[in-house]
């Protein structure tokens, strides 16, 4: 069984940056689609940003867009980022990231084609 162990988050203040690290390891996840969910406040999981086996190609979700930037390193672990410039209160949140099944791209968006998760790391924007 594979392992993802996320690090960064905490306490940001609006307008700054944010940095999220996760250290999947334990299975070949350099070959499959991962991507970075969030869970605001009294809400349903949602995709903050996706990315296919070879960091090729890549979705960001609306709320996001312009403004994060997700990537990651395959090799004997795979290492996933997130970083999200300029944050706002609204992405407050507990952040996870996710490996999918497989490479299959086409299903980047749905939440069950994620089949490992990351512990969670909680991201508060407020000054």
């Known amino acids: 069984q594979g392992q993802l162990v996320q690090s960064g988050g905490g306490l940001v203040q609006p307008g700054d940056s944010l940095s999220l690290s996760c250290t999947a390891s334990g299975r070949t996840f350099g070959s499959r689609t991962m991507a970075w969910f969030r869970q605001p406040p009294g809400k349903e999981r949602e995709l903050v940003a996706a990315?296919?086996?070879?960091?090729?190609?890549?979705?960001y979700a609306d709320p996001v867009k312009g403004r994060s930037t997700i990537s990651r390193v395959n090799g004997e672990n795979t290492t996933l980022r997130l970083k999200l410039n300029y944050v706002e209160p609204e992405d407050t949140a507990v952040y996870f990231c996710?490996?999918?099944?497989?490479?299959?791209?086409?299903?980047?968006?749905?939440?069950?084609?994620?089949?490992?998760w990351g512990q969670g790391t909680q991201v508060t924007v407020s000054s």
């Open positions: 990315l296919n086996w070879n960091g090729g190609t890549s979705y």
């Open positions: 996710a490996a999918a099944k497989s490479a299959v791209w086409s299903r980047f968006a749905e939440l069950n084609f994620y089949d490992n």
